[in-house]
C-alpha cells in the first residue's frame, strides 16, 4: 500500500507562483512513476504533469512552459513548481502514483486548493 499527502495550495493573485509538494509512504519501491492532476469545480479530472523514475516528464499544453514536475532521489517526494499562475488553473491538486503503465494512476492523495484570483 501506498500513501500520498499533498501539500502547498493557497490563495494567490494572477502571476504569482506556487511550490506544490507531495510525499509517498508505504510500499514506495513498487512505484515507477507520479504526477500531479487537477480537477476545477463542474470539470473532469485532468493530467497536468508526470514524471517517471528515470525522470521522464510529460505536461498537459495549457501549462507547458509555466509548470516543473520533479522528484528527489530517494523517489518519495514529487514537486510542482507553478510559475505565471492564472485563473484557470484554480482547482484542486491531488497527487497521483503508479506501479506500472498498464495500471495506470490508481494511488491518490486527498487533494489541495489552488485557487488564483485575477
Known amino acids: 500500500q501506498v500513501q500520498l499527502v499533498e501539500s502547498g495550495g493557497d490563495l494567490v493573485q494572477a502571476g504569482e507562483s506556487l511550490r506544490l509538494s507531495c510525499v509517498a509512504s508505504?510500499?514506495?519501491?513498487?512505484?515507477?512513476?507520479m504526477g500531479w492532476y487537477r480537477q476545477a469545480p463542474g470539470k473532469q479530472r485532468e493530467l497536468v504533469a508526470t514524471?517517471?523514475?528515470?525522470?521522464?516528464?510529460n505536461y498537459a499544453d495549457s501549462v507547458k512552459g509555466r509548470f516543473t514536475i520533479s522528484m528527489n532521489n530517494a523517489k518519495n517526494w514529487v514537486y510542482l513548481q507553478m510559475n505565471n499562475l492564472k485563473p484557470e488553473d484554480t482547482a484542486v491538486y491531488y497527487c497521483?502514483?503508479?506501479?506500472?503503465?498498464?495500471?495506470?494512476?490508481?494511488?491518490w492523495g486527498q487533494g489541495t486548493q489552488v485557487t488564483v484570483s485575477s
Open positions: 514524471i517517471t523514475n528515470g525522470g521522464m516528464t
Open positions: 508505504g510500499i514506495i519501491f513498487s512505484l515507477n512513476a
Open positions: 497521483a502514483a503508479r506501479r506500472t503503465v498498464r495500471a495506470g494512476y490508481d494511488t
